[in-house]
């Protein structure tokens, strides 16, 4: 149980498009989703956490317009990245944490975005 | 102020060995502690984690790790390790009151050698 699907896995687009990356939940129900990114041999950068039905809370240096947060539901989030630039490249990984409880976050398997 | 410090950029391992992947974390009273794994292009794992309780956790795959509060610690073991377990290990903690935010370490790079 507790797994969380990203899509798409990878995606390539030109600067100045925009590009949704879909997280779901696929057995449980989830109260808030995380946004992270990451960078080559990097650690996860807490961009957003999302709670169903509510707005998302960005943290510190990230957009809220470039990184548009949708948490439709207690089992999708979406996130948005307008206007994409080639330095929006990255690896965007979500998580999941569950309505029944419990502290862990279990993570989607990520999506490679590339921005020519 | 890093919470998570994990000193090692790689281990390196030999099949069969003992394996130790540090860390320790500087915030104050009583830390959520997680470990997580993470093969190439691929999502985080969730392996272990420390809430309450014995201070020695068991996780996935074979791996544990004990909580050290004198020592701020929390680290990785597995008695034996396998060719398989070659990947990057992540330590992570909530901070209280941290509204379930996980902080991650740099990471540490675990190359285990056949």
């Known amino acids: 149980g507790a797994v969380v699907s990203q899509h798409p896995s990878w995606v390539i687009c030109k600067s100045g498009t925009s590009v949704k990356i879909e997280c779901r939940s696929l057995d449980f129900q989830a109260t808030t989703m995380f946004w992270y990114r990451q960078f080559p041999k990097q650690s996860l950068m807490l961009m957003a956490t999302s709670n169903e039905g509510s707005k998302a809370t960005y943290e510190q240096g990230v957009e809220k317009d470039k990184f548009l947060i949708n948490h439709a539901s207690l089992t999708l989030s979406t996130l948005t990245v307008t206007s994409a630039h080639p330095e929006d490249s990255s690896f965007y990984i979500c998580s999941a944490r569950r309505l029944a409880g419990g502290h862990e976050q279990f993570f989607g398997p990520g999506t490679r975005l590339t921005v020519l | 102020a890093q919470s998570v410090a994990q000193p090692e950029d790689q281990v390196n391992v030999a099949e069969g060995n003992p394996l130790t992947v540090k860390c320790t974390y500087s915030?104050?009273?009583?830390?959520?502690l997680f470990w997580y794994v993470q093969y190439p292009n691929r999502g985080l794992q969730f392996l272990l984690k420390?809430?309450?309780?014995?201070?020695l956790v068991k996780g996935s795959y074979g791996f544990e790790a004990e909580f050290n509060k004198s020592q701020t610690s929390f680290h990785l073991k597995k008695p034996s390790a396998l060719v398989s377990d070659s990947a990057l290990y992540f330590c992570a903690v909530i901070p209280p009151g941290g509204n379930n935010r996980l902080a991650f370490g740099k990471g540490i790079q675990v190359v285990v050698i056949p």
């Open positions: 420390y809430i309450t309780g014995d201070n």
């Open positions: 915030v104050s009273g009583n830390p959520y």
